[in-house]
Structures are given as structure tokens and as C-alpha cells.
């Protein structure tokens, strides 16, 4: 590591303010965003609602729906029903396909949720709107995928649509405007630790 003076430190951070004040000077554009998480790593709707928590903070309508979940109570439903005038909470799923064992009723419960999510980006009431896990639901094509992208990409002009999951379709990453893999390096549960209560719901 090089040793710098107070002098040569402080003039070192001035000059990457100065750079950075000048891209972001080119940064003038404000529009509603498509944002995109996915990748095998947790995390993916945790962002997501930190995201929501986020536009709570700032007084905006949020609107969450839950694809996949919702056969348990969560901490975040908990939380987030504190707040029913900044957010509207759908849990709507009854577990993972592989827990309902019933394709034909998980196909009419991802419809009844993606009407929900449709609902919310055509309300201009919402600022936001959050799918979470609808990327499960797309790979197992239980929506069109090109359904999913006609609606997201006819959202008005400053609506954030947050869509979360493993697997993201080619076609919906192309179609974002902001996309983050999540990357697993390790995980508890592969040295048998459960899921627990404020961490993984």
C-alpha cells in the first residue's frame, strides 16, 4: 500500500470528485425503470423489498405481489401491512410446484396473480409494482412470456416494475433497464442450517 500525506490524499479525492462530478452532470434522464433479479444466490427478492422499503420512505404507492408464495406468514407481510396506505401486500401462491404437486391449479393461481400485477401497472395510483417470483412462473410457462412483456413494456413512463426469480428469460433481461444476478459462493442450508424466521422469511 503507498503511504500518501494528509496533502497528497486530499488532493488525490478532489480530482475523483471532479470526474465524478462530471459524469454525473451527463445524467439527466429520470423514467421509470424495469428492473430485473435473478441468478441462484439469495437475495433476489430481498432486494426487491428493499427497494420497497426504500419508496415507503419517500411517500410512494407500492404495489407487491407474490407469485410463489404465501403458503406462510412472512416477517416482511408483517412489516409491510404496517403500511396500508403506501402498500398494497398480495401473497398468492401456495408454495413451489413441487410442494402443490397440482400444475393445472398452480397455472390458474399464477393467472389470478399476474391479473393482480396487471391491475397495479395500469393503476396510475402505483408507482411501483413488484412481481415476485414471476420468473419461476415464466420458466414453467404458466404465462406467456410474450404476455408478460407486452404489459411491462407498455407500463407508463415513471413506473418501476421490479420482477424477481431464478432463471430470468433471455427476452425479459433484454427488455430491462437494470439487471442483477445473484451469485451463490455459499449457503447455510448446504451444511444442513434450516430456513429461519428474519432471514429467509
Do not use: C
Not at 85 to 107: A, L
Request: aromatic share 6%.
Amino acid at each position: 500500500m503507498i503511504e500518501r500525506t494528509p496533502e497528497q490524499h486530499a488532493e488525490k479525492m478532489k480530482k475523483k470528485q471532479a470526474a465524478h462530478d462530471k459524469i454525473m452532470a451527463t445524467k439527466t434522464q429520470e423514467k421509470g425503470l424495469l428492473i430485473v433479479h435473478t441468478g441462484k444466490g439469495k437475495g433476489k427478492t430481498t432486494a426487491a423489498l428493499g427497494m420497497v422499503v426504500r419508496a415507503i420512505g419517500h411517500g410512494r404507492k407500492v404495489g407487491v405481489v407474490q407469485f410463489v408464495k404465501g403458503a406462510m406468514t412472512t416477517g416482511e407481510k408483517t412489516v409491510f401491512d404496517a403500511f396500508p396506505d403506501n402498500v398494497e401486500f398480495k401473497p398468492m401462491g401456495e408454495g413451489f410446484t413441487w410442494n402443490t404437486q397440482d400444475r393445472t391449479r398452480d397455472i390458474a393461481l399464477a393467472r389470478e396473480a399476474w391479473d393482480e400485477v396487471k391491475r397495479m401497472i395500469a393503476d396510475p395510483a402505483y408507482d411501483m409494482v413488484l412481481a415476485d417470483e414471476l420468473n419461476i412462473v415464466l420458466r414453467y410457462d404458466y404465462l406467456p412470456l410474450e404476455e408478460v412483456l407486452e404489459a411491462v413494456t407498455a407500463r407508463s413512463a415513471m413506473k418501476h416494475v421490479l420482477i424477481t426469480g431464478r432463471n430470468a428469460p433471455d427476452a425479459l433481461i433484454e427488455a430491462a433497464d437494470l439487471v442483477t444476478e445473484m451469485t451463490l459462493v455459499k449457503h447455510p442450508f448446504r451444511s444442513g442450517v434450516k430456513a429461519q424466521a428474519g432471514i429467509e422469511f
